[in-house]
């Protein structure tokens, strides 16, 4: 079943001078399955963030809509949006976005307290997360007692714990040691596999390999996809670093 679908979305950007329009989208189409791992990449200025802080309804489209869940997004009131947020969409950021101030369950209650969800409630949906995690002895430390990896997995906790439609994840690992990295990384294998679906843009081939498909942005547009299908893990990274090279120097359509 499809749960998100993008249509011909545009955006520019107009200086605060008025006198230059910046075209960060241009025509950009796609849509995610149900249970579905989709990396979206490609360099700098490519429009990728501008992208996900559309879909995330952080930024309004000049053209285009995104329905998901059978909502188009870009119908709802200014008023109704963080409710649709926190109700629909779980967030994964590099830097984490945790307060010092909280206690891991605390940050990760928080979502659930904005929605003034009973505490009973909370904690019944806490326990099994924070097992699969790998952070049930972590919950009453701060973010500041903890480590990159550890904090990430409470992050990902919080995104978690309102049952969203769909994660999307804003360069996970680019705050993470390697041997973080790739304990995140399978995680989120493990996650996807128990049917959350997932949307994460990245630099990082590595962790583009765990998707089931890499979309590549380029000018404001999809430029091209590579499908994982039944390639392994080491095929998928070297048809990536592949497409990144072609992006790079300019060449035509990937094969």
Do not use: C, W
């Amino acid at each position: 079943m499809t749960l998100l679908e993008v249509k011909n979305l545009q955006k520019i950007y107009t200086t605060k001078s008025g006198a230059n329009n910046v075209e960060a989208l241009k025509d950009v189409s796609f849509s995610v399955e149900e249970g579905e791992y989709v990396a979206i990449m490609g360099e700098s200025g490519s429009g990728k963030t501008t992208l996900l802080n559309i879909l995330a309804s952080l930024d309004k489209p000049t053209k285009g809509e995104i329905i998901l869940g059978g909502k188009k997004t870009t119908d709802i009131k200014e008023k109704d949006l963080a409710a649709f947020r926190r109700e629909n969409l779980g967030f994964v950021f590099q830097d984490f976005n945790l307060l010092d101030t909280f206690t891991l369950k605390d940050n990760i209650f928080l979502p659930l307290v904005l929605s003034s969800k009973p505490y009973s409630e909370m904690q019944t949906r806490i326990e099994p997360l924070a097992k699969q995690l790998g952070i049930e002895e972590l919950l009453d430390k701060y973010p500041f007692e903890v480590s990159g990896g550890q904090k990430q997995r409470a992050a990902v906790a919080r995104a978690l714990i309102t049952n969203p439609h769909i994660i999307l994840l804003d360069e996970p690992t680019g705050a993470l040691d390697s041997k973080a990295s790739d304990s995140l990384l399978n995680l989120f294998n493990k996650i996807n596999e128990d049917g959350q679906t997932i949307l994460m843009v990245t630099h990082s081939t590595k962790a583009a390999s765990h998707a089931k498909r890499v979309l590549f942005i380029k000018d404001g547009v999809v430029f091209h996809q590579i499908y994982r299908g039944d390639k392994t893990r080491d095929q998928m990274y070297q048809q990536i670093t592949d497409a990144l090279t072609t992006l790079a120097t300019g060449g035509g359509n990937v094969e």
